[in-house]
């Protein structure tokens, strides 16, 4: 029972272009939103997060959209570049959805960037 | 100077051994975390521990057993290994639940059980 998904396994974007990359709940109750990103043999690393109250959030390049009424966020990267190459997770959490408040991930995907 | 580390990055054990994998926060952060990454590359939280107190299991077989010492610490042990245990097992931390301003995770250990 998959609570936050990421439909797309991998996204390919040409360096200095926009990659933008989606994710999907389904638990209404979650209210904080999240994106790791994670280099291979390294622990995913924290990104940039978005509350419920709100429907942006941008730090530098980063720039995160929450739709509440679709259940629906992405991540945009703007520009591309080579070194942002990593799998990208969303995560939800919610005081009474998923796990007691604890993070519920998504399946990842893989953003490779080319020069 | 690493903030969550995790022991060892790699283990290879054989079915029915005993093994633990240790972790340690410097960030005085109060709550820790092991999350299961499987084959199909979901990471699922196994346990949380707050203020040394667990507060969640999720329906994790009870061959798993989280042990905290203090609250820097939480070490999994995993008792009769079994194939279907081999995974990437992180170990994170955060200051309050709910994940409030992110998790920091460890490195990962990969375990493979033959």
């Known amino acids: 029972d998959q609570q936050v998904k990421q439909n797309s396994p991998s996204l390919s974007v040409q360096e200095g272009r926009i990659s933008i990359l989606n994710c999907d709940y389904t638990?209404?109750?979650?209210?904080?939103f999240l994106w790791y990103k994670k280099y291979p043999a390294e622990g995913p690393t924290f990104l940039i997060s978005?509350?419920?109250?709100?429907d942006k959030n941008e730090d530098g390049r980063f720039t995160v959209f929450l739709n509440k009424s679709a259940k629906h966020l992405s991540l945009h990267i703007v520009p591309s570049q080579p070194g942002d190459s990593a799998v990208y997770f969303c995560?939800?959490?919610?005081?009474?959805?998923?796990?007691?408040?604890?993070?519920?991930f998504g399946k990842g995907t893989k953003l490779s960037v080319k020069p | 100077d690493t903030a969550v580390s995790q022991t060892p990055k790699y283990l290879v054990t054989q079915m029915g051994n005993d093994k633990s994998i240790k972790c340690e926060q410097n960030?005085?952060?109060?709550?820790m975390y092991w999350y299961k990454q499987d084959s199909k590359k979901f990471l699922k939280i196994m346990f949380s521990?707050?203020?040394?107190?667990?507060?969640i299991n999720e329906t994790v077989p009870n061959r798993f057993s989280p042990k905290s010492p203090d609250k820097a610490h939480l070490n999994l042990h995993i008792n009769s290994l079994e194939l279907g245990d081999s995974a990437v097992y992180f170990c994170?931390?955060?200051?309050?639940?709910?994940?409030?301003?992110?998790?920091?995770f460890g490195s990962g250990t990969r375990l493979t059980v033959v």
């Open positions: 994170a931390s955060s200051q309050l639940r709910q994940g409030k301003g992110g998790y920091t």
């Open positions: 638990n209404s109750m979650f209210d904080y």
């Open positions: 978005i509350s419920s109250i709100k």
């Open positions: 995560a939800a959490s919610g005081r009474y959805g998923g796990s007691q408040g604890n993070l519920i």
């Open positions: 960030l005085g952060h109060d709550t």
């Open positions: 521990y707050n203020n040394k107190e667990l507060i």
